[in-house]
């Protein structure tokens, strides 16, 4: 089974910008459409962006659109996401998701594997 772990999560300016990894293990990333969602405390794991496993399409929220970009390294197997310009009322919890589909998807249950979530917080 596919195995992953995010990165890169800590303490970010508003407005400000980082990246997060994922790295995958036990099978191999170009195998999957990957996605990162987000979460808060307390509520719903939402969609954030996806990249199919051939031809690297993505697809992203309207909400992060023109600031989040997705990427993905085949040779290493590693996943990103470039964040700019964050705002602090975004969920800070990050998950990278794993899905042998054949179409991208938004659903959480559509993604059989998961990390387990690296943090952001942004300073006001």
């Known amino acids: 089974q596919v195995q992953l772990a995010e990165s890169g999560g800590g303490l970010v300016q508003a407005g400000g910008s980082l990246r997060l990894s994922c790295v995958a293990s036990?099978?191999?990333?170009?195998?999957?459409?990957m996605a990162w969602f987000r979460q808060a405390p307390g509520q719903e794991r939402v969609f954030v962006s996806s990249?199919?496993?051939?031809?690297?399409?993505?697809y992203s929220d309207d909400s992060v659109k023109g600031r989040f970009t997705i990427s993905r390294d085949t040779a290493k197997n590693t996943m990103f996401i470039q964040m700019n310009s964050r705002k602090p009322e975004e969920r800070p919890v990050y998950y990278c998701?794993?899905?042998?589909?054949?179409?991208?998807?938004?659903?959480?249950?559509?993604?059989?594997?998961w990390g387990q979530g690296t943090q952001i917080t942004v300073a006001s």
């Open positions: 998701a794993a899905d042998p589909g054949e179409t991208l998807s938004q659903t959480p249950s559509k993604y059989n594997h």
């Open positions: 036990g099978r191999p990333l170009g195998n999957y459409n």
């Open positions: 990249i199919h496993c051939r031809g690297g399409s993505t």
